[in-house]
């Protein structure tokens, strides 16, 4: 059985066989995040840790909407233009222009009217003890920590689309070990404000790398710009844009209603927990570092749907044998102290979560279908349809189950966003093969 499973699905599988030799070293770089958990769980307390989550989630919130969808659309635009080197060079000059400016004049609209201010307190309309005044300590930093993850996600993508791989492992390993030992040094050695310190620590230097990153990336542009290409980007970015507006209560949400009924301690178990799920997607996202760009280039639609049921089925196989992983190491972690046991409570909502994630990234691995076919607009729909009914389930599974309540509604979400987009994929390839 094993054996027939690795003859259909792994041997002689390219996809595979480049995951592999890239994965084995960007492991080294995305698992050495987990590895430090328990440093940061030592030098800061529960409640300056949940909320560093909290704020770290409401700044990867925000950075998926000041992005304009544009990483999304580099992805379909690279793949159009590899025929031309010069098409390619105007397509991304003119994608890092417009998304430069419009990034820089909207984070100062918003900085300026408070626009920032009034959105964190819709999310967090609670009695907790994280409010707007709260925020507005670190304000600033969030700012910076929103500019860096979006040029950050631009450029990552951009590494992706154009298959240097080596060059974004460069990249993750130089900021993995910059941005945390320096935080790491500072925190344990200063009686500051550890959230302070290590959310302006963090992006300050991830800012500077990617500052530079991009400037030696500047051969690869010519320097026309092509409104074209700039309307399709916004065709592809825009409906990303609205859908993670949307998304934002789903991905936000739940973090809300955590900090609303179970207060700053269960959000910093709720984090840690959520963090350690994680560890699904960030493995699904090194696959498609290496799926995305071949997904893109097929042209024959029924290799494409055959590929991508396969992968269906190994990656939630995977998925669901490294979740088991996860909470036996979790499990060994807390017995051991390398977590201390005021998180014990993180075993009991775990195996929501990575179940959860699990949905999530066999979600994101058929929205690659919506953006072959230039569809983005659906997921608006999708976004705002979820996060209304998210909403309404989340306040009401919290306030009667807490944490495992606000937990299974994660899984519920993520399966049924997961049914719609496998559906909905099959529908756009049938039409096209019909046609």
């Known amino acids: 059985m094993v054996k027939r499973l690795i003859r259909k699905y792994i041997k002689g599988n390219e996809v595979f066989t480049r995951f592999v030799k890239v994965f084995s070293v960007d492991f080294l770089v995305r698992g050495g995040n987990f590895l430090l958990i328990p440093i940061f769980l030592r030098i800061m307390s529960p409640e300056e840790y949940g909320l560093y989550g909290y704020l770290y989630s409401f700044a990867i919130t925000m950075s998926g909407i000041f992005g304009f969808g544009f990483y999304v659309s580099l992805t379909k635009l690279h793949a159009d233009t590899l025929e031309s080197k010069t098409e390619r060079g105007s397509m991304l000059y003119t994608l890092s222009t417009a998304l430069f400016v419009l990034l820089i004049s909207s984070l100062l609209i918003v900085y300026a009217f408070g626009i920032d201010k009034e959105f964190f307190t819709f999310l967090n309309k609670t009695t907790a003890d994280i409010n707007a005044r709260e925020y507005t300590i670190y304000r600033t930093y969030v700012f910076v920590a929103i500019i860096a993850m979006t040029i950050s996600n631009f450029l990552t993508f951009y590494l992706v689309s154009s298959e240097k791989i080596r060059g974004l492992q460069t990249f993750n390993l130089s900021r993995f070990i910059l941005s945390n030992l320096i935080a790491i040094l500072i925190i344990y050695f200063s009686k500051g404000d550890a959230v302070f310190q290590r959310l302006s620590i963090t992006y300050s230097i991830e800012l500077a790398l990617v500052i530079a990153f991009l400037i030696g990336l500047r051969k690869n542009l010519y320097r026309k710009f092509s409104r074209y290409y700039l309307t399709k980007a916004f065709k592809i970015g825009l409906p990303i844009m609205v859908s993670a507006i949307m998304y934002a209560v789903i991905n936000f949400g739940d973090k809300f209603f955590v900090v609303k009924y179970s207060g700053e301690k269960g959000m910093s178990i709720y984090y840690l927990a959520f963090l350690l799920a994680t560890i699904v997607l960030i493995i699904y996202q090194s696959f498609n570092f290496i799926w995305n760009p071949l997904f893109m280039k097929e042209k024959d639609l029924v290799v494409l749907r055959r590929k991508t049921n396969r992968y269906i089925i190994l990656l939630g196989t995977s998925f669901t044998l490294i979740g088991a992983a996860i909470w036996l190491g979790s499990l060994i972690a807390l017995n051991t102290g390398i977590i201390?046991?005021?998180?014990?409570?993180?075993?009991?909502?775990?195996?929501?979560?990575?179940?959860?994630?699990?949905?999530?990234?066999?979600?994101?691995?058929?929205?690659?279908?919506?953006?072959?076919?230039?569809?983005?607009?659906?997921?608006?729909?999708?976004?705002?349809?979820?996060?209304?009914?998210?909403?309404?389930?989340?306040?009401?599974?919290?306030?009667?189950?807490?944490?495992?309540?606000?937990?299974?509604i994660m899984i519920i979400l993520n399966l049924t966003q997961f049914i719609f987009f496998y559906f909905r994929s099959q529908y756009y390839i049938n039409n096209r093969l019909r046609s």
């Not at 775990?350 to 691995?365: C, H, T, V």
């Not at 389930?393 to 009667?400: E, N, R, V, W, Y």
């Open 340 to 408: 201390p046991k005021d998180y014990g409570a993180i075993l009991e909502i775990l195996p929501l979560l990575i179940l959860s994630q699990i949905f999530a990234a066999l979600s994101l691995l058929m929205i690659n279908f919506m953006t072959y076919f230039e569809k983005t607009y659906i997921q608006v729909f999708v976004g705002a349809g979820l996060s209304i009914i998210g909403y309404y389930m989340f306040d009401t599974m919290g306030k009667h189950f807490g944490l495992i309540g606000i937990s299974i």
